[in-house]
């Protein structure tokens, strides 16, 4: 289980803060959704419960350790608590192929034991999102969108991580090749041990396999609808400074 507890984060700067006291838990196997309009701070948010950015307030826990102060005892975390990030073009090194990237990964958390080793597990992940074998010797560029997410999601799918934070996860895709994802990251939540999902969006098609939507609105969570049925109920977001029902 994922706890964040009022966790808050004001930009250098700004006028109020990107993240205003939010609170949610992630149980596993879950799939929870982020919905609120453009700059509410979902993806600020999404960065603080990855450990990539730190929170001027407020604690986060997976199954009741707490997130680890920067450093080597962070690694752990990075490894469990993954983010895919709302540009997955920026999720890889333009400069590289695959290979190494994926190598890379794997040898930052000790898995795979020589070069072959930790090809293996990146095919076997690959083939699990559905992307060709060839794809390992490509540049990310020499990849269609599509191609590139379900890459990007396989890299850290070979992690074998337990909440894969999504942000934006369909946006760049077209209708059909978003619904293949949404349907890969079915199976993948739902594979035994598989992992956790909260993913921020706006797209039907996410809202559609959440089992949860939470609006949010002016760095504000607001409380949890069930399932897409409820999530007509995100448009008319509390307003800001109103006290969470
Ligand atoms: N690195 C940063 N430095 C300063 N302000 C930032 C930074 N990142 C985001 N912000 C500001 O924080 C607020 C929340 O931004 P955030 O990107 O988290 O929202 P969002 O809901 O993810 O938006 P979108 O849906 O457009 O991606 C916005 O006002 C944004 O301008």
Redesign the pocket.
């Known amino acids: 289980m994922l706890r964040a507890e009022n966790l808050s984060l004001r ?1 250098p700067g ?1 006028a109020r803060p ?1 993240v205003d006291g939010a609170s949610l838990a992630v149980a596993p196997g879950a799939w929870v959704a982020l919905a ?10 999404l960065r603080l419960l990855a450990g990539l950015r730190a929170a001027d307030a407020g604690t986060i826990a997976l199954d009741g350790a707490p997130l680890p102060p920067p450093g080597a005892a962070r690694r752990a975390w990075h490894r469990r608590v993954l983010l895919l990030p ?1 540009d997955t073009a920026r999720a890889f090194n333009p400069a590289l192929a695959l290979r190494p990237q994926f190598r890379a990964a794997l040898a930052l958390h000790g898995l795979g034991t020589d070069g072959p080793a930790r090809d293996a597990l990146a095919l076997e992940a690959l083939a699990r999102c559905g992307v060709p074998a060839a794809a390992l010797d490509r540049h990310p560029a020499g990849l269609s969108g599509g191609q590139r997410q379900r890459a990007a999601l396989a890299r850290l799918l070979c992690l074998s991580p337990r909440i894969l934070l999504l ?2 996860p369909t946006a760049a895709l077209d209708p059909a090749t978003a619904l293949e994802v949404c349907r890969l990251l079915e199976d993948i939540r739902r594979a035994p041990g598989g992992p956790a999902i909260l993913a ?1 969006t706006h797209e039907r098609c996410a809202l559609a396999h959440a089992d949860l939507v939470l609006p ?1 609105a002016d ?1 504000v969570l607001g409380s949890a609808r069930r399932g897409l049925a409820r999530a007509a109920e995100v448009a008319p977001l509390r307003p800001v400074g109103q006290p969470a029902a």
């Open positions: 930009y700004a990107a609120g309009p453009s700059g509410c701070g979902k993806s600020t948010l709302q942000d934006e921020a949010m760095g």
